[in-house]
Nanobody, 126 residues
Framework: EVQLVESGGGLAQAGGSLRLSCTASGRTYGDYAIGWFRQVPGKEREGVACISTVTDSDGQTYYTDFVKGRATISRDNVKNTVYLQMNSLKPEDTAVYYC????????????????WGQGTQVTVSS
């Protein structure tokens, strides 16, 4: 099992940047694909980006259309941390951002992620 803790959320202005961090505990960190999701009240949780396991797929990345060109997901395997760098922020990026871990090598569906962090709030002002 893996435990996840997000950090780095906060208030940003439109056009600005934030870097979210997801730190995992557990010796098998590299065996998990890590995804970032977001949710606003009254809406379903939606995927933002994911990065594959280190052991199987060596960090392949995937981005949903609304963040392509504005976000970068990366892993620091020494720190057991996955980052989501988001640039050119928009007010519609306002949400609670969650990271999640999957034992699949690659997963974009939230249902494939059994382990979740507590979330970090991102608020983008116009």
């Amino acid at each position: 099992e893996v435990q996840l803790v997000e950090s780095g959320g906060g208030l940003a202005q439109a056009g600005g940047s934030l870097r979210l961090s997801c730190t995992a505990s557990g010796r098998t960190y590299g065996d998990y694909a890590i995804g970032w999701f977001r949710q606003v009240p009254g809406k379903e949780r939606e995927g933002v980006a994911c990065i594959s396991t280190v052991t199987d797929s060596d960090g392949q990345t995937y981005y949903t259309d609304f963040v392509k060109g504005r976000a970068t997901i990366s892993r620091d395997n020494v720190k057991n941390t996955v980052y989501l760098q988001m640039n050119s922020l928009k007010p519609e990026d306002t949400a609670v951002y969650y990271c999640a871990a999957s034992r699949l090598a690659w997963a974009t569906n939230a249902n494939d992620y059994p382990y979740w962090g507590q979330g970090t709030q991102v608020t983008v002002s116009s």
